[in-house]
């Protein structure tokens, strides 16, 4: 884990670098001379201007890096993976671009439109998702500044999915292509990005797996979020807690590990938490709470349960790192690679336009379902006993099922 690489100072030599600084000027005036070039070589068209939006976009978000990072602008791991991602994904579509004859700058403008709704979605996405839990703050400045502190991790594939294919949507009909040959074109960029992301989400310590004795496992520092989410439920000191039932939140003991400290005070499997060092309980949030604070703090835990009975877990030594876990980004890097591989070295003998994408659209779904049952930063939700990216992942498989039918009624060699 690396979430932080390096940090950049707001000044340099007493030159402010941010806000109205040196960095605005060169971003605005290299922007500017772009467009310039651009519109006296292709015309002052349509083309030329879509880069306008960007170019001011940039500029807000420079002018505005000294207010949410006071203390200099951090580069992290995750975002520098993201950016590498989008560089060659953007790279190989540039490439595969000149192959078919079309014109480099349309790819340049639809990769800005979808990076940039990209991250919207996938940013969004998880803000939804985890609002309750990680965006509650006290006033809207601090919540605002948590959602926009996207660097740090907390992006949802399938938020980005659904971001990038509202922006592609919107290009391909603006712009009158031939929809599902440009889906083709850039589907293994697609893959390839996600890989680069994996590997950040590595680097960030998100997107975890559960734990496990394999020989490939791997354990993270005390500041990353697996860590605070072992700790919180009572890992650290052997114990696994769940809900009693689906319609009964009350937190209750699922495991407990054999010579652990819960072990030597007597908790026992299937014993109801009613009760943390004198505060009561009545979800499984509330106990994850008081158990991390009593982890934070040395404390010893004192547990009553459902019978009336309470035992006591002494005060446990934090350990350095993590209890040892599935590395699930290697696991999701390797696959995504391998996949972008195949989509690249499959593009040439596809017989219709829409089997690229589609080819995608089904192998994805089936392993992201697979790694979710390994993957413990998910809860279940709509009552179906399964991760939203579950969900999610059963839709986009029904849909590559609808694609291929609809595609099997097309000519072969029908492609553009």
Known sequence: MCSELFRIPLEWFGAPVFGFGVLLILWLTGGGLWMVVS??????????????????IGAAVIFAIPRVFPGGLPIRGYGVMVLLGALLALAMANFRARQMGLDPELIFSLAFGMFVCGIAGARLFYVIEYWET????????????????????????????????????????????????????IAPSLMVGLAFGRIGCLLNGCCYGGETAQPW????????????EQAANGRMVGLRLSRSSADDPR?????????????????????KLVAINGQAVGRLEEVQSLMWIAFEQLLPMKIEIATGESFVIPAVEAPARSRSVHPTQVYSAVHAGLLGWFLWSFY???????????????????????????????????????????????????????????LSRLPRRQRT
């Open 39 to 56: 519109g006296r070589r292709t015309g002052w068209s349509a083309e030329t201007m879509s880069y306008l939006p960007g170019l001011l």
């Open 134 to 185: 990680r965006f509650q703050f006290d006033n809207w400045s601090d919540t605002l500044v948590a959602v926009l502190k996207f660097t740090e991790g907390g992006l949802v594939v399938y938020g980005s999915l659904i971001g990038a294919s509202l922006a592609f949507g919107w290009f391909v009909r603006r712009r009158r292509l031939p929809t599902l040959a440009i889906a083709d074109l």
């Open 217 to 228: 496992a791997v354990t993270f520092p005390q500041e990353s979020m697996v860590y605070l």
């Open 251 to 271: 937190p209750k003991v699922f495991a407990v590990d054999e010579g652990s400290p819960a072990a030597n005070v007597g908790i026992e499997p299937g014993m």
């Open 348 to 406: 040439p003998f596809r017989r219709r336009d829409g089997e690229v994408i589609a080819l995608l659209l089904t192998v994805y779904p089936i392993s992201r379902f697979l790694l979710e049952v390994i993957r413990v930063d998910e809860s279940p939700v709509f009552g179906t006993g399964l991760s939203i990216s579950q969900n999610i992942s059963i839709l986009l498989f029904l849909g590559a099922m609808v694609l291929w039918a609809t």
